[in-house]
């Protein structure tokens, strides 16, 4: 195999995230290697700002401000649940990223028919259609769901050999090629915390996903024709109904799955 230098590196960027429907691209390396900080450096530092191949950049690693630790950076879009992976997925049509974090220790083949596991399945095929790239980082492939690693939506593999090095692997280009002196990403996040994953927002009342600011706009008297010049990726009065709609909805099921349910069935068996 041949090692290039690291001249072939925009060239090969272009290809695999602009050239090429959205998929999965796995990084993968030994421990302490660098893996999560590569990711944020490709997505944020490179096709972000740098490439502007894509404009929004989203992951369950927990991205600061400063060296405080305290705020998050509002930059990066932190989602560590489907509910807001889904609003974050289909809120526009602009090509984004997901980075997703130890995904051996949220989604292991092992558990293969878990609730995490199976609701994956309803994301995965629709990255192509929300122009979302999927970054999926892992120590081991052998460990992680195999429904990311399937080949029509898997589109790159990235092999961190240290924290300055790696290897990339495409069936889209015709050999490996090895990257030297990649930097480190310009993000500032504890490599120590721990990346999570659930199936809802831990806190479902504190959690405002666009779809429910939306429908709060609404019932403040926001007008739908000014709700289309506050949100840039809604392009109509009727796209904007549909966002009311889908808030309210979002609203309905977690008012039903919240502990107020039996008091207010409790409440409609009184005479």
Not at 118 to 127: A, G, S, T
Not at 232 to 259: D, H, N, P, Y
Request: aromatic letters at 12%.
């Amino acid at each position: 195999m041949q090692a290039y230098k690291y001249s072939l590196w925009e060239s090969c960027l272009f290809k695999l995230y602009r050239d090429t429907p959205a998929g999965i691209s796995i990084i993968k390396g030994d421990y302490k290697t660098g893996k999560t900080n590569f990711a944020l450096f490709l997505a944020f530092d490179v096709l972000k700002n740098k490439l502007g191949i894509v404009k929004d950049v989203g992951t369950n690693i927990q991205v600061f401000q400063d060296p405080s630790m305290q705020e998050l950076d509002s930059r990066i879009k932190y989602i560590d649940n489907f509910v807001d992976l889904e609003t974050f997925l289909f809120r526009n049509k602009r090509r984004k990223i997901f980075i997703y974090d130890e995904a051996i220790k949220s989604t292991p083949s092992r558990r293969a028919m878990s609730k995490l596991n199976v609701k994956w399945l309803e994301y995965v095929p629709e990255l192509s259609k929300a122009k979302c790239h999927m970054f999926v980082i892992t120590q081991s492939e052998s460990f992680v769901e195999k429904l990311f690693l399937h080949e029509p939506w898997k589109k790159a593999e990235w092999i961190k050999q240290d924290r300055k090095t790696v290897k990339l692997k495409s069936p889209i280009l015709r050999e490996p090629i090895t990257f030297y002196n990649v930097p480190a990403t310009s993000l500032i996040y504890d490599p120590d915390l721990q990346a999570v994953w659930r199936m809802e927002p831990r806190n479902q009342e504190l959690t405002l996903t666009d779809d429910i600011r939306i429908a709060f706009d609404y019932a403040d008297g926001l007008s739908t024709d000014k709700i289309v010049q506050k949100y840039e990726w809604i392009k109509t009065r009727r796209q904007a109904v549909m966002w009311i709609q889908k808030g309210i909805k979002q609203l309905r099921r977690m008012l039903f799955e919240s502990s107020l349910v039996p008091n207010v069935r409790r409440e409609r068996k009184k005479p």
